[in-house]
């Protein structure tokens, strides 16, 4: 039987989560970095972050930060409201909570 090589087996397609795979975690670690991105160009924070990990809570979805300014923000789920407008909101409102330097 000869070998078969993935690259020639006609599939044409990204790759399929499987069960209790991090896909979805992904794709919002991914859509919360891209509104940190969006605010600081926008220059609504005034230093980068960048997200480690979104852990979830039955009503909320905290973010970790790679950063010792701040680790963590909260996002309360809330129905009608975009998961960007959350994740948008609540680090604005934490990063308005910061005392003393701001910058590295």
């Known amino acids: 039987m000869p070998d078969i090589n993935i690259k020639d087996s006609g ?17 919002l670690e991914a859509e919360a970095q891209q509104v940190l991105d969006e605010l600081l160009c926008e220059t609504l924070i005034p230093f980068a972050l960048r997200v480690g990990k979104i852990t979830k809570a039955i009503d909320a979805y905290t973010i970790h930060f790679y950063d010792s300014r701040i680790h ?4 309360s789920l809330t129905k009608g409201h975009s998961f960007r407008d959350l994740v948008r909101q609540a680090v604005l409102s934490r990063v308005a909570r910061i005392s003393g330097p701001l910058k590295k």
Do not use: L, N
């Not at 399929?16 to 979805?24: A, E």
């Not at 963590?72 to 996002?75: E, V």
């Open 72 to 75: 963590t923000a909260r996002i």
């Open 11 to 27: 599939y044409i397609g990204p790759g399929r989560p499987q069960v209790g795979s991090t896909f979805k975690t992904f794709t």
